[in-house]
């Protein structure tokens, strides 16, 4: 996926020669005494090898188009980064692993946020299970005491969970499942919408 973007991205750059080592260097020299020109042109002078590396990251739950922002951000951070220092390795290899960082950064953080919305879900689809399952038992619907104690959890844990879900729906967030969150029976906010006034209603 994504092959189109990358090739249309490739071409955009097309004008725009890559670095070759020796002009590297020299600029290099340029950006480390304050040549703003020199830096420019050590960023777009790599922009194809960051677009590589963004290329090589496709397929783990980030879109192209974020990954090639991230490298392209990393690439400029590594140039200011290295023209600054007076100590810092060869400028290949640092730049790679700033790249390399961000783009590992920037996938943990999807999969992570993926993990979340997924865990939450699950949570609300066994508390409305429970919730309907005490509502059947008792003959009318239980209160939140009464699902803390079924579930095994705190009141105050119930009471997150519903205000998450409730917080996850008005934001629609794309990261959640929210046909399960939706699929919550009940879940209403009353009184002045503190945690404490929230209440089981069919």
Same mark, same amino acid.
Not at 154 to 181: H, R, W, Y
């Given at each position: 996926?994504h092959?189109?973007?990358y ?5 955009? !750059? ?7 080592? #020796? ?20 960023? #777009? ?13 496709? +397929? ?7 990954l090639?922002?991230?490298?392209? !951000? @990393?690439?400029?951070? @590594?140039?200011?980064?290295?023209v600054?220092? %007076? ?7 640092f ?6 960082? @961000? ?5 943990n ?7 979340t +919305? #997924? ?8 508390l ?10 008792? +003959?009318? %619907? ?7 104690d ?7 844990e ?15 967030? %794309? ?9 919550? #029976?009940?879940?209403e906010?009353?009184?002045? %919408? ?9």
């Amino acid at each position: 996926m994504h092959d189109d973007f990358y090739q249309m991205y490739l071409e955009e !750059m097309g004008h725009i020669p890559p670095c070759t080592r #020796e002009e590297q260097e020299d600029l290099l020299k340029e950006a480390a005494e304050g040549r703003k020109e020199a830096k420019k042109r050590l960023v #777009e002078g790599n922009l194809r090898a960051a677009l590589e590396f963004a290329r090589e990251y496709d +397929g783990r739950g980030v879109l192209m188009t974020d990954l090639v922002q991230e490298a392209n !951000m @990393a690439l400029m951070m @590594a140039v200011e980064e290295y023209v600054q220092s %007076e100590d810092s390795p060869e400028f290949e290899s640092f730049k790679n692993q700033r790249i390399k960082e @961000a783009l590992d950064a920037a996938v943990n953080e999807q999969q992570f946020a993926k993990q979340t +919305g #997924e865990e939450l879900a699950a949570r609300v689809n066994v508390l409305q299970q429970i919730s309907q399952l005490l509502a059947g038992e008792l +003959g009318r %619907e239980a209160t939140v005491e009464e699902l803390a104690d079924k579930m095994k959890m705190t009141v105050e844990e119930i009471k997150g969970i519903m205000k998450i879900a409730m917080d996850a729906m008005s934001m629609n967030a %794309e990261t959640m499942d929210l046909e399960a969150l939706a699929g919550v #029976e009940g879940i209403e906010i009353t009184g002045d %919408e503190e945690a404490d006034d929230y209440d089981y209603e069919e």
